[in-house]
């Protein structure tokens, strides 16, 4: 989508408390709270378990196989970021490792989501740098074709601009536009309150047909209850 | 396959002593154990690691990104079950997390099985609620489709009636339709004690060809043995 | 491609000490100082994370769906080896479980690489026997249809000569051609020395875009740096 | 899911004149008609574009890479039938060619259904022998291993019984089990009427929101029509 | 991405003589016009061959397994449009056939282009009307959830506005926003021209080596030129 | 696999009435008198139905999108050849379109296999160009880093060493190598005359069961027929 060639500079970040206040939410919650958008594509996973970060996307488009302008990318990043690397044409191979999680580490960076793939796993873990990917491969690319830097990309399926709010858990990652930041916030915090009590009544052995009274709903489209026949096994 | 708008109540499932047993062994050994058959596709996978159980099937059957069916399926439920869901057509959203699991854990239920996504993974971890899902999807389902309860599913390619034996571990999961139950849970053990003798074999450098016997057969079949050339490298 | 039937005695391993200097360096290294070449396909996969193996390939090409030849193997291998299987037609069974394991490991057996599915993770785990596989199924395999055993395989789309160096870590896995092997080490060697200079530099704030000298070489091929817009959201 | 080693000879097929009456319909309006039931997963696709055949079920159950039980299944193979194959674990072999078709052609059987792949395309094509497979492969299969003939199967995630109505056309393949047959077919005609005079309307430049009354219910949901801001590309 | 619950009205198109201008390049000359930019993911197939087409994009937002919307979509569609629709997670049911193309038709709609499955493949091919899509599919949807008309949509990995030019053919579909458009089809003109004369040199057996003067480049590069060995294969 | 930056000359070539007496054979046909071997893995497609060459293969590794080698090659071929294409890391990008036909076209070559995609599907249809491919992709390609021209390449599974014999169809492709071409020439002879016999006897009626004599070892095996209880669906 984007114009190779081009750095854009002094990007307009999400406000930096809005941000970090995401932390606390999950990505199932922010994805719902946002009306059910912004969620990247599920084949996006994290490369160790329990990493969760919140911060602002830096955005970068590659050339396929060629990973300069993450290079580039570093410059132009500052405590808070998340980096969001998405290729032009699809690749697994391994864009970034430790040596590129070290210079960004320098920098406050927070994260990685690459519509690729990384290597250097043992490494980042150990760094607890994390990272979310398409794929985990050793393969390397080149430095010869020019990409953009802080140009919107489209990455795993969502248009993601510079500056936007990105959420990252075990569940995937989540992109939040930045002039919706605060409403999404406010929504995720008053679902959590709300998830908080029905968790306590389903605890308690109360069930969702009750608590937020399905059964008549159900009824009006038609189900039915049936015992199951003395033979057992019908196929219907 | 099912009906829909249909809750079977009342299904009969496998004897609660013949379950249980079956959490000795593992899903290969209940494979073999019932002549190779009854896996699930192998592209279910467990959301953490070192899960082992065995319980009795309570199916569901969702329309495509609809989870409603899942909440009614929860009054299904009881001690020792597990749950078996399959969508209508294929999807990776998450149609289950961790508020749909604290309700099954309230009625002793032992795990999910979803030919689909679920989310919440971290929380589902700590909750020590077992998930063997098709990917993980922070992605929102719907309740506006009526699907079914313990009518039988096709789930990752097994046919899976309600009151089966349902066994997961880190290789996948199994199904053991109710009425072979007994005969597998024996042959299972009856394998089992043949692998301990095979272990001990192995482990003091006996050689399978020899333990079972397999070099005149190899032979018949014409198996030869040749050494490498001097020059090495030969295509062939 | 290997002529089915037929099992080569003796190969020609690589020297013992290049094998084990492999073990200091990680797949991505032994990739790039071999000039990008001999990476397995990203889709195989650790079972487990955290092994790191090096060692000598033994080679066996096997039917789909049948692991016979695995058997006949293991009386091939020997302390230091690295099995490595593709079968003649692509299969997600489960070919290998904690029994091979068993044998293999009887024999100094590092570690295995199959081009399709293993089973009995949890034993292998305990094990801390490693291998790298395109998925893990429980799905059961028969003894009926011979193949090869040392003959040149393709697994995972690399060409694999018996005795050839294979590296795994959590990255993926690499193959060294023998004859190639010394001068690889050398240069993964030499690899690593520059690395740790990178990295102290990189973990001092120190960019990439200085310490390598890429701005002049990025100003030729055209990099343009521009402020953000004060409207911002540009779709370019 | 099937006893390996039986083959149910005589089986009750679907009544003849029924069977062939559903050849006026497409798979989808037979999907529809079946309430949306008993459609194989969509990577089954067609040889060759324009095929559209009803026939009765014949079910084999193959292991991975093992085309023997099709010869077996042939005998049992009379006229107006197709014949259904699912291999015990996923494989892209080749399980059936053109000498296979010609035998079954020779027994009136009107086209085969096969979760995997099948070979001699242009030969099946110049036949007008058509099959709706997974892949195209070349790839070779042996004799070795018992399956079935005429047991219940899972092809492609749905149950076939022997005797059931397959339907097939460029959209895929739908199963109607028999004793729901005479009702299917009665509402796809039912459909197929429908469905003439929407198309009708259609033609005419009537709109479905008008036609099918749909524009309150899309109020009542809240849908709003607004004019494109002057400006134009908002991200909303 | 998407507001769920808007239909956006009377959005600008793209100037009229420019998009039907474009339907005489193909995709593969628009792409590179476009400085390699716009096209959407290659898994978006035609349904069949040698059809080619340029129009403005009406964009739709799809729940999934929910077609409601494409019907609220035909109402804002007009002579020279292409429809696009993007489910906002991923599906392959069958969310368009061959009614939805007769009300389209009749509107001067000029084809569809689906990031999921459509059906009723032989009547869209009788009716010459162009589908680009995911998969073939059978399998119904419902009408229960909004989705939108006329926002920007991500699909197949790029970002399409209402108003923007589609160009589509057997190699597959791109997407040229609308105020590049003009600059997009001057460029198109220009390869093609430049096209044309290099085929006719390629055609008299001139090698690009020579034509475009690549050998002195590839000299700098190191390239070398050895003849084969006489005997024959190095695994090199 | 290969070293990059070296283009072989003069490589030897299979005899070129063996190779052209190959044309006769079905891709399955050699594939099987070859022993099974030698098959391109089946998600290589032809772009047109129809197409059956046989020619002596120039191989060419590129780097992941970049063709540059592919212009390289031109030159090394001539009449008879088919052009073999691997990129060292996966990829759909389109690295060859109707220009680069129209130059190896000049030069007599008969057709291209491709482990990534290619464009211009129409132009190649119109000039009878056949392609194999992964995908269709109008994506561009860069020419910026070397890779090899007629070294071995491992291409969709399967090593080709250049000259080798590769045959292609609408069932895939299969590579013989050089010094075995004449031994599976003539097999595949054999066995085309064996088919011929065996379609005859089938055409009438025969069954293989009768004609290959599969009775009695399918006995031997513990094959049963049963015939199909008066009730019916039994789940067994």
Redesign the interface.
Known sequence: ????????????RTDRSTVDAFAEF???TV??AA?????L???L?PI???A?VAGTAVTVSV???DN?MI??A??QCQDGDILVVAP???????YF????A??L???GVRGLVIDA?C?????L?QLDFPVWSK??????T?????GSV???V?CA???I???DVIVA????V?VV?SRKSAAVLEASRAREER?AA??KL????E???DA?D?RGR?AD????????APG?????
């Open positions: 989508m984007s114009e190779a060639g081009v750095v854009v500079q002094n990007i307009h999950g990505v199932a994805h719902e009306g059910r958008t912004g969620l594509a599920p084949y996973n160790y378990a329990g969760h050339p396929p196989c300069w290079h580039v570093v410059e032009t044409s699809a690749s697994d191979a391994g490792g430790e040596l590129l070290t210079a580490r320098a920098r793939g290597r250097d796993v043992r490494e873990t794929c985990v491969s050793a393969q390397g080149v430095k010869e074709t020019l802080n140009l919107p489209v399926g969502q248009l601009e510079p500056g858990d075990d569940d995937g989540a536009p998830e029905v968790r389903y605890a308690a052995g069930l969702s047909l937020s399905m159900l489209k038609g189900l039915s209850y049936v015992d199951q057992g096994r019908e196929r219907e």
